[in-house]
């Protein structure tokens, strides 16, 4: 990821990664017993598994896949694309199981991240967010404010457990991964039990900290490396260093990140509600972010977005952002190091 010297480093976060046994057959047999696969996105983990699950999706002969993503489904696991279906459109009546694939059994797979809006983004999420419309949005107003609240099961996130549960036949199925690959597979876990899931530790806070979102499947745009990090803050001081590691290839991410870099929306937006748009909170998130700590953002973002619009420090390069974090921390300040937020669930101890 970075090098930081030995006498700086704090705490590394970097867990080995583990893999419980017997998922592929247990959920090969309950996929291919529904009409549809809805597979909620695109990240490492879920492309992992839906190449362990190839044999079961091929062999049957009525299952048709639906993806959130389906270029990149076909892209990365070509044996899907004689399965694949038409992108089925956003629709707001959720009673009728019709518009979601016609009748019988839906799985909807996804891996699940921590998130400051939900809580914890899963498949029940990814599921009303990608094909319930204005689901996100009537679940953003129900929160009584936009403070970040990793891990915590919140208003919004109630909200869309009761959308997903009017999806009739659905069965939720969450991948918990861990150092880039995956740990387990729960079907239709309650919130705690995803929540347990993650690799969670209490750490001393440092003066520093660098995080990562985890990566590519993660990173591709700052809306997603915004809504990751907020679980491991806690192990650095208020007013701290943080150094911000996000490819961002994908760009912005949301409608109102690019509403804010063009000036259609204020850094304040977040706190005004009256019309939401996607992504409202991240505006929010972003002012919270550099208002607590001391922000470096080092990313392919170009420079007049990343810091003359969004207003954070950037560098050129990783010995530059490490070299002026540590300046800025003290030469003698330690450095804890997250490099895949989107897998833990970080405290101070």
């Avoid at 010297?5 to 080995?16: F, L, M």
């Avoid at 419980?20 to 057959?25: I, K, L, M, W």
């Avoid at 459109?89 to 699940?112: C, I, M, N, R, Y």
């Avoid at 204020?266 to 748009?277: H, P, Q």
Wanted: hydrophobic residues 40%; glycine residues 10%.
């Amino acid at each position: 990821m970075v090098s930081v010297e030995a006498e700086n480093i704090g705490s590394v976060i970097n867990p080995d990664p583990e893999k419980s046994a017997g998922e592929t057959e247990r959920l090969s047999e309950k996929i291919r017993k529904a009409g549809r696969l809805f597979v909620c996105d695109s990240t490492p983990t879920t492309i992992e598994l839906l190449r362990d699950l190839v044999p079961g999706i091929s062999s049957a002969e009525s299952l048709k896949v639906v993806a959130s993503n389906p270029k990149k489904m076909e892209l990365t696991v070509p044996e899907l694309k004689p399965k694949m279906t038409e992108a089925v459109q956003p629709v707001t009546d959720v009673a009728a199981s019709e518009h979601l694939g016609g009748q019988g059994g839906k799985v909807f797979l996804g891996t699940a991240m921590p998130d400051p809006l939900f809580g914890i983004a899963d498949p029940k999420v990814a599921a009303c967010r990608n094909w319930v419309a204005g689901s996100v949005d009537q679940a953003a107003q129900m929160r009584k404010d936009m403070e970040p609240t990793p891990f915590e099961r919140t208003d919004a996130y109630v909200a869309m457990e009761e959308t997903a549960s009017r999806i009739a036949g659905a069965s939720y199925v969450t991948i918990i991964p861990r150092s880039g690959r995956v740990r387990s597979a729960m079907e239709d876990a309650p919130f705690e039990a995803i929540r347990n899931g993650f690799y969670s530790e209490a750490v001393p806070q440092a003066k520093a900290l660098i995080v990562g979102a985890g990566g590519a499947g993660y990173d591709q745009t700052l809306s997603g490396a915004l809504r990751a990090i907020w679980g491991v803050l806690g192990c650095v001081r208020k007013s701290g260093e943080v150094l911000v590691m996000a490819e961002c290839s994908g760009g912005l991410g949301s409608q109102a990140l690019e509403m804010l870099v063009t000036g259609r929306i204020a850094g304040e937006g977040g706190r005004r509600r009256e019309k939401y748009v996607p992504g409202l909170e991240e505006v929010y998130y972003l002012h919270r972010l550099k208002e607590d700590y001391d922000v470096m953002l080092l990313s392919g973002l170009p420079e007049l977005y990343a810091k003359s619009k969004l207003g954070f420090a950037t560098a050129k390069g990783s010995g530059e952002a490490v070299g002026r974090l540590i300046s800025k921390a003290g030469r003698t300040a330690k450095v804890n190091v997250v490099a895949r937020a989107s897998e833990c669930r970080i405290e101070s101890g």
